[in-house]
């Protein structure tokens, strides 16, 4: 059976389960695919890893364009998707509405779970913001590390530590049980941003890839993307 292949950043993993269901329906193809941190997965693109669309940031979508890696004209807007701050289900949420907020809850927590803060687009903000609130070298061994938001936010729903919280992309926290939203960072530490979807210069399904990206990007799915932690 044909099947559709995607490389995804872990923001759209939520929104491409969701749809797959009803893409079948539509098409009779499967999706399968990899998601994890976008540098990760624009490199893997490089190194020739079969896909026939990529979901990555809008300046990543850019840059592979212009490598001749996607085609440009496929390339469009999936949404805009906040970093933001998750704790357990069954603990309290914190209040967040200052820097000062955000680095007092920081220094409580006894571990925080977090996407790789060299290759993922929300790990490398909170290794900024911790620099930024002048925190990092404090709380650095409690910083609990993986490679992308999915797993971080799956072990924090597993974490037996007193006092967890996690920071990734809201996509990736609504996505995980036993894990609940917390709220967006501050002003001046937060992050928007953009995902876009295009079909890939090598795609041996290009106009199933297509068909795909209309999909996720369609007017009608407007509700679900919002849903899922996508602003439009």
Request: neutral net charge; charged residues 20%.
């Amino acid at each position: 059976m044909k099947t559709v292949t995607i490389l995804s950043g872990g923001a759209a993993q939520g929104l491409v389960r969701d749809l797959s269901g009803l893409f079948k329906a539509q098409t009779s193809l499967d999706i399968e695919g990899e998601f994890g941190a976008v540098g990760i997965m624009a490199d893997k693109l490089r190194a020739g890893t079969p896909a026939d669309l990529v979901i990555l940031t809008q300046a990543l979508l850019a840059k592979l364009a212009e490598e001749k890696l996607v085609v440009p004209f496929s390339i469009t807007d999936v949404g805009r998707v906040e970093t933001a701050l998750a704790v357990r289900s069954r603990d309290p949420k914190v209040m967040v509405k200052t820097q000062g907020d955000l680095r007092e809850v920081l220094r409580s927590a006894d571990a925080i779970y977090v996407p790789d803060t060299k290759a993922s687009t929300a790990g490398q903000h909170v290794a900024k913001v911790l620099d930024q609130l002048g925190i990092a070298y404090e709380v650095a061994s409690r910083l609990k590390i993986f490679p992308n938001g999915a797993t971080a936010m799956r072990e924090l729903a597993a974490s037996t530590a007193a006092r967890p919280i996690g920071c990734t992309q809201a996509t990736e926290i609504i996505a995980t049980d036993g894990i609940a939203l917390s709220g967006a960072l501050p002003l001046g530490c937060e992050l928007v941003t953009m995902y876009t979807a295009g079909v890939t210069a090598s795609a041996a399904h290009p106009k199933e890839a297509a068909a795909l990206i209309a999909l996720l990007t369609s007017a009608d799915r407007k509700e679900l993307r919002q849903r899922v932690g996508f602003a439009g």
